[in-house]
């Protein structure tokens, strides 16, 4: 589904990330762990455009998306949610979802009337995502979770092919965890949505991935099956340190 | 064009452009360290060139009655700014910016009418002091003795300023602040002074900024409204915050007024502002970014 | 049932309006002409500063070079229709141009480059004496026959507000308006839903400069001469702050910002001269006491209200 | 000397510490153990005051000081050393230095007396804060926090992204530390390191503490070591 090629990116003096290269498959969740200042946030930036590496590319189903402008390659079927939600603070919930189905719908210059199709469809998803309690609520008065689950709901409204989710379980109580790993999996079974997604809760990461990358100061040192993520002396090391 | 008319026009053009620097400096200091734009600089500068008036009258026409009631002119503006901040800034702090800008937008609307309600509508204008009239001869031409006041001033705000960022803790602390100043608060230090004297000398400088260019203007209310605009640009043209970046934009611009006129008279006034466009457009973040 | 009783309010304001000259003696249907002109003027702008995120110094300008396209146009050649098809697509153009580099600009950036560049047709409109007629502006402007009595002019003001404040509305409340906001709001975000940010932020500063054009044709027929002040930044400032007066995060609160500084300052000038102090002093207290305008304040205290009386029952 | 009973700490809407109690006696070593994002520096940023809590407080040395403003905790007597460093860049070193200074009465902390036990920053005293390397900046962020004369300083993860030599000499110097009779409350997730030095552990998970105890009894406590710190 999307590979990465030998990536490299470093800001000022500092290497952020060096030759970076592994894939992310088709149909399944993969996880992104590692430390602070492992260089996951940049890599994500990188994948969605937001960054251009100095070296490497970016590729998705064959095609080099390396350097295309955000919203290319957002149009190009790669969604993307955020840690800390980001979203349009001022409108309401279902006109947020809305916003990314009009786009979809090719009627970002409509001036006059309203697009039906959006709304029915925003509508849908907000049924799914059980979010209709607070669908007309502007999202600066609802809850984190409630933002939590919006970014999942907007990217679905995306209609990506991969979603990108920067640590979709931060800042909300354990009891709300397993309701947002309930929306992912969701997410990639009946929507078949390749998942990628950067994570600090182990727990979660083993309860759900099928694939686990380990970065550690910029450099894979990790990649494959959870189990064996568990058994690697390296991901010990970085966690643990060496006396450990 | 005859070389010796070059060198006049350039000597003619640092100048004005070290009086905008006089301007500029407060403007881009309170930019840099409170992060507001503060449009009420205008205001000051021209309360600064009615105080000069008043004290004039008072203190008389002597050369040394001239820099008394300058230094006297800049002091009071510096007590209106204090009180400006004690009073309304400082509830604002890490409000929207555009809140903040609007506060000071109202009070360029109460000064300039206040002016009128003290000092009436009339154009009131201040004798040049005897040191400063008349003209040297360089380069084969003549150049007015009041352009070296405008010189000295912006040198003289220069290295004062200098002294002040660099030399003093103050100053350092005041730069740090601008970078970032939470840390500074955790190393125990009170950041809302540093604004205070950020924004009071700032006040000075307009005020200052005001008593010098008396002689050369009409003094009345709206004085300040299309000198603001300028120094804005030349703040932004320098780069946010950036004091050097301030003066090298400020001297650009007087350099290109001065040879405006030579060039293209008519049209001298847009020169800044075509400048000013082109740099933003071409380097957003300021001549000195990278 | 609430939206209905909405409509029939605006309804009847609408009529009171039109048959205010039966009425109102002629100084007050001036002031109510110039009320219409700066409210269209100030919703112009306030569909890139409230919806789109922009701080847009320069609506002046757009204003301005309508106006000043119209006066020319019909000074030199006589075709009216012409001249009021002529302004707003000069505005256009205008608005059109500066916004190519605009949009590649954000926040002070962008505002400090709108200064610049509507000072620079500022200066170029004050100093073009053989084209501008310089400082002096062009003292009377010819109008079409149609337009000859105040009451006339008053009611073309009307309707040109009426009709551009429903198009503007419908905008606001389009697909394109929702994109326009979100993009307001969050440009990241927008990007990461594959909106073109840039050509969507473009889109609405063409139509700002056409409404303000629109508005520019409103401001001749209300005073019948232009001056250079007209594209002053400090003319921009002055709508600025009627938008934020009134409350840039609605629809009603440019034109009630621009209503109550505009009647407030009327009112005071037949007392005394200081209008700018008096319109100073209501700009500081609504920056300190009322931030989200005064149709924000209302309507939240509205909302408080209702949020209070559903928690005692 | 310091405790925190019963914090909640938000970031904005989103809650980052639940319930949250600590204490840290005097002239005591305090670490806080745990993975990155389990609320380690939210905890110090809200002691410091930079991140009040919404509930709960925080007392000093018996003194209530959370919902004090930071300079005025900061000048009780606490230090902070942010895991970022975040240093001045445009500053010199030296400037760094000399803002941060604070005369108390006993006050044994000044320029020269950093530069003797960072020995390093000697030499570089005239160069700009953003021109160092990261150890560099490391042992500024400690000087400066010194320079304020503190009685008892927080570090968050040090040693985070240097080279092994450097951590070892910081390692020694915050020793140095501890051997002057300064509290110190140190965040770190590297446990070979703070172990050494550390005289009570507390773990953290998800925003709570999960565990606590002397370090001695957490080195015999594999279990635990292996599910809070470890990958299984």
């Known amino acids: 589904m999307l590979q990465i090629k030998d990536i490299s990116k470093s800001f000022e003096k500092f290497l952020a990330l060096s030759n970076l290269s592994f894939d992310v498959p088709e149909g399944k969740i993969t996880a992104l762990i590692g430390p602070n200042g492992a260089g996951k946030s940049t890599l994500f930036n990188i994948i969605s455009g937001h960054l251009r590496p100095e070296k490497g590319k970016i590729v998705l189903k064959n095609k080099d998306i390396t350097g295309l402008s955000p919203h290319i390659i957002s149009s190009l079927g790669i969604g993307r949610t955020f840690q800390i939600p980001s979203l349009f603070p001022k409108l309401t919930v279902k006109e947020n979802i809305m916003a990314a189905y009009i786009v979809r719908n090719g009627k970002t210059f409509k001036f006059f009337g309203i697009d ?78 390749t998942v990628f997604f950067t994570e600090h809760d182990i727990s979660f990461v083993l309860s759900i991935a099928s694939k686990i990358v380990v970065l550690n100061q910029g450099e894979l040192i990790f990649e494959g099956v959870p189990k064996e993520a568990m058994e690697s002396s390296d991901v010990k090391e970085i966690y643990l340190g060496k006396d450990a | 064009m005859d070389l010796s008319i070059v060198a006049s026009y350039l000597l003619i053009g640092i100048s004005r452009g070290m009086f905008y620097f006089v301007l500029a400096a407060g403007l881009t200091l309170i930019l840099g360290v409170l992060k507001i734009i503060n449009f009420a600089h205008g205001s000051l500068y021209m309360l600064g060139a009615f105080f000069m008036y008043t004290f004039i009258g008072i203190a008389g026409q002597g050369t040394g009655a001239f820099f008394l009631s300058a230094v006297m002119a800049a002091i009071t503006v510096g007590f209106i700014s204090f009180i400006i901040e004690q009073m309304l800034l400082k509830h604002l702090y890490g409000k929207e910016h555009l809140m903040q800008m609007l506060l000071t937008y109202s009070l360029v609307l109460i000064f300039g009418d206040s002016v009128e ?70 190393l125990g230090i009170n950041a809302d002074a540093t604004f205070m004297y950020a924004f009071v000398i700032g006040g000075v400088l307009a005020g200052l900024g005001g008593a010098i260019a008396s002689p050369a203007v009409n003094i009345t209310s709206q004085m300040g409204d299309s000198i603001i605009i300028k120094v804005f640009l030349v703040v932004i043209v320098g780069g946010l915050g950036n004091i050097w970046g301030s003066l090298i934009a400020a001297i650009i611009f007087g350099i290109s007024e001065s040879f405006g006129v030579l060039i293209f008279p008519r049209f001298e006034i847009a020169f800044p502002f075509a400048i000013a466009a082109i740099v933003l457009i071409l380097k957003p973040r300021g001549i000195l970014s990278k | 049932m609430k939206f209905n009783r909405k409509v029939y309010i605006l309804l009847i304001l609408i009529a009171a309006a039109l048959t205010a000259p039966l009425v109102l003696d002629s100084y007050s249907i001036l002031v109510l002409s110039e009320i219409f002109v700066t409210a269209l003027f100030a919703l112009s702008l306030n569909l890139v500063l409230g919806y789109g995120g922009m701080l847009q110094f320069h609506q002046a300008v757009f204003l301005g070079v309508s106006a000043y396209s119209y006066s020319l146009f019909v000074l030199h050649s006589g075709s009216f229709i012409i001249g009021i098809v002529l302004g707003p697509a000069v505005a256009v153009i205008f608005g059109t141009v500066m916004g190519v580099f605009l949009v590649r600009l954000s926040g002070i950036y962008f505002g400090m480059l709108t200064i610049a560049l509507g000072q620079l047709v500022w200066a170029v409109v004050f100093k073009w004496y053989s084209f501008t007629g310089g400082g002096n502006g062009i003292p009377s402007v010819p109008l079409p026959g149609f337009l000859s009595t105040s009451t006339e002019r008053y009611e073309a003001t009307l309707i040109i507000f009426l009709i551009s404040a429903f198009a503007l509305y419908k905008i606001v409340n389009s697909p394109f308006g929702l994109l326009l906001k979100a993009t307001g709001q969050n440009n990241t975000r927008a990007e990461s839903i594959s909106v073109n940010t840039k050509v969507v932020r473009l889109t609405g500063i063409v139509l700002s400069s056409f409404f303000a054009g629109i508005s520019g044709i409103s401001y001749v027929i209300y005073s ?11 003319n921009s400032a002055e709508i600025l702050v009627a938008c934020l007066v009134g409350g840039i995060y609605t629809f009603a609160g440019p034109i009630v910002g621009s209503a109550v500084i505009i009647l407030i300052t009327t009112i005071a000038s037949q007392y005394m001269e200081y209008i700018a102090f008096v319109l100073g002093i209501i700009l500081l207290v609504s920056v300190l006491f009322m931030p989200d305008g005064i149709v924000g304040f209302i309507k939240k205290r509205i909302g408080d209200g209702i949020a209070a009386n559903k928690r005692y029952q | 000397m310091l405790s925190v009973k019963e914090i909640d700490v938000c970031y904005g809407k989103a809650q980052a510490l639940f319930n949250v109690s600590i204490h840290v006696k005097k002239e005591e070593t305090v670490l806080l153990l745990g993975r990155n994002g389990v ?194």
């Not at chain 4, 003194?63 to 900061?74: D, E, F, L, P, T």
């Not at chain 4, 051997?179 to 172990?195: F, K, P, T």
């Open chain 2, 117 to 186: 309600m003290i000092w009436g509508t009339d154009y009131y204008t201040v004798a040049m002091p005897k040191l400063l009239s008349g003209s040297y001869h360089i380069f084969g031409t003549y150049i007015s003795k009041f352009y070296l006041l405008f010189l000295i001033s912006g040198l003289l705000t220069v290295v004062l300023l200098w002294l002040y960022m660099y030399k003093t803790k103050l100053g350092k602390i005041a730069r740090a602040v601008a970078t970032n100043r939470s840390m500074v608060e955790a």
């Open chain 3, 224 to 234: 019948q001469s232009v001056s250079p002040d007209i594209l002053y930044w400090k």
């Open chain 4, 39 to 232: 609320g380690k520096s939210t905890l110090l940023k809200s002691i410091i005051g930079l991140l009040p809590p919404a509930k709960g407080s925080i007392f000093f040395n018996g003194q209530r000081i959370s919902g004090k403003k930071v300079y005025r905790i900061a000048n009780d007597g606490i230090a902070y050393v942010p895991q970022e460093r975040e240093i001045f860049s445009d500053l010199t070193v030296e400037d760094n230095l000399a803002i941060a200074e604070h005369k108390t009465q006993d006050g044994r902390w000044s320029i020269d007396k950093v530069y003797q036990l960072f020995e390093p920053l000697k030499k570089m005293r005239k160069r700009l804060g953003g021109n160092l390397s990261g150890g560099e900046q490391q042992m500024l962020s400690i000087g400066r926090a010194l320079m304020t004369n503190p009685t008892f300083i927080m570090l968050d993860e040090p040693t985070e992204g240097l080279a092994p030599l450097i951590v070892k000499m910081l390692e020694e110097q915050i020793n140095r530390l501890k051997e002057s009779g300064i509290g110190i409350l140190l965040a770190e997730q590297n446990l070979s390191s703070a172990l050494k030095i550390g005289d009570r552990v507390y773990l953290m998970e998800k925003g709570s503490i999960c565990y606590e105890s002397s370090t001695k009894d957490l080195m015999k406590n594999r279990d635990i070591l292996n599910r809070y710190l470890g990958i299984g």
């Open chain 1, 116 to 193: 039906r199709k959006s709304e029915m469809a925003a509508d849908s998803i907000i049924d799914k995502m059980n979010l209709s309690e607070v669908s007309n609520t502007p999202v600066t008065s609802c809850s984190y979770g409630v933002g939590k689950e919006l970014e999942i709901a907007m990217a679905m409204a995306t209609n990506p092919k991969l979603l990108l989710m920067d640590e979709p379980t931060a800042g909300i109580p354990k009891t709300e965890v397993g309701n947002i790993i309930e929306k992912i999996k969701l997410l990639c079974e009946l929507e078949h949505i």
